[in-house]
């Protein structure tokens, strides 16, 4: 099941696509495009952000995460949110902190 936005999350979500949007004929900007997303803790930020791509049209996604609970937090929301396909998670930690 789909969860639907919050009118809080559907604005977080235009804001950030709109960030992401090149206006047509434009090329990528030498610095590349990027955007952070802040919001209070518990309004389903990785949600907003994994729908993000659906709505620019993006096959690939690079998502960059702390640690391995946000990690497993974000592909849950992601799921949650009707994204599929593999992740692939690449991580610096070793030994306990893994």
Same mark, same amino acid.
């Given at each position: 099941?789909v969860?639907?936005?919050?009118?809080?999350?559907?604005e977080?979500?235009?804001?950030?696509?709109?960030? &992401?949007?090149?206006? !047509?004929?434009?090329? +990528? @900007?030498?610095?590349?495009l990027?955007? *952070?997303?802040?919001? $209070?803790?518990?309004f389903?930020?990785?949600?907003?952000?994994?729908?993000?791509?659906?709505?620019? &049209?993006?096959?690939? !996604?690079?998502?960059? +995460? @702390?640690?391995?609970?946000?990690?497993? *937090?974000t592909?849950? $929301?992601?799921?949650?949110g009707?994204?599929?396909?593999?992740?692939?998670?690449?991580?610096?930690?070793?030994?306990?902190?893994?």
């Amino acid at each position: 099941m789909v969860s639907e936005l919050l009118p809080h999350q559907r604005e977080a979500l235009h804001t950030a696509v709109h960030a &992401l949007e090149l206006p !047509v004929h434009q090329a +990528v @900007p030498e610095h590349r495009l990027r955007t *952070q997303m802040i919001m $209070a803790d518990g309004f389903k930020k990785s949600l907003v952000a994994g729908r993000s791509p659906e709505k620019l &049209l993006a096959g690939r !996604v690079l998502m960059l +995460v @702390p640690s391995p609970d946000l990690l497993a *937090q974000t592909d849950g $929301a992601w799921r949650e949110g009707a994204r599929r396909g593999p992740m692939r998670p690449v991580s610096s930690l070793r030994g306990r902190e893994a």
